[in-house]
């Protein structure tokens, strides 16, 4: 009887959310699902994402940064797959939608769905851009800009730090 007692204990505290996780469930677009699925909002520390992410990751999704032109390792890339925010794994953008725009970022003309990303208004540095975040954990993607190729219009310049790549076939 103790040991179920010990037992009943453990899971229950297992339920209860720890400071790196919340309760709060968005709705996003699952690209391996086919489909939008509910998920968890990512929230950590700021020590829990230090330890997580690199200096640059951390720079760039938690304090804002941006990554010098040319510099990131995926603004040159051009193999099929999924890009995935660097913070918490979200799809956000697939390779069929990179394009060149010879701004040395990557560059997208759409997200995988509206739902996967997340806009607000970006008055920083005397300018006037809207910045894209990801809309589970919060991170700083980059910027979109009503200067790309069509179909949309839009150039989604994101920080390839912001991103990590899975090949796909």
């Known amino acids: ?13 297992a339920a209860v959310p720890s400071a790196s996780q919340s309760a709060e ?3 996003v677009y699952d690209v391996t699902r086919g489909g939008l699925v509910m998920t968890d909002k990512v929230v950590r520390t700021e020590a ?8 640059e990751q951390f720079h760039i999704l938690r304090e804002k940064g941006t990554e010098r032109q040319y510099a990131g390792s995926l603004w040159n ?3 099929h797959g999924i890009y995935r925010c660097a913070g918490c794994g979200l799809d956000l953008f697939r390779s069929e939608e990179k394009y060149e725009s010879g701004t040395g970022w990557p560059s997208f003309y759409a997200p995988v769905a509206r ?11 005397f300018m006037r851009r809207t910045e894209v ?25 994101m920080n390839g730090g912001a991103l990590t790549f899975v090949k796909t076939d």
């Not at 829990?48 to 200096?55: F, G, I, N, Q, V």
Request: hydrophobic fraction near 35%; glycine fraction near 8%; proline fraction near 6%.
């Open 1 to 13: 009887m103790l040991r179920l007692i010990q037992v009943l204990a453990l899971l229950s505290l």
């Open 77 to 79: 890339n051009h193999e």
């Open 115 to 125: 739902e996967n990303v997340r806009f607000e208004e970006d008055n920083s540095f």
């Open 48 to 55: 829990e994402w230090k330890a997580r992410l690199t200096p």
């Open 133 to 157: 975040l990801c809309p589970r954990c919060g991170g700083h993607l980059g910027h979109v800009f009503n200067d790309g190729p069509a179909p949309s219009g839009e150039r989604y310049c």
């Open 25 to 27: 469930q968005i709705k």
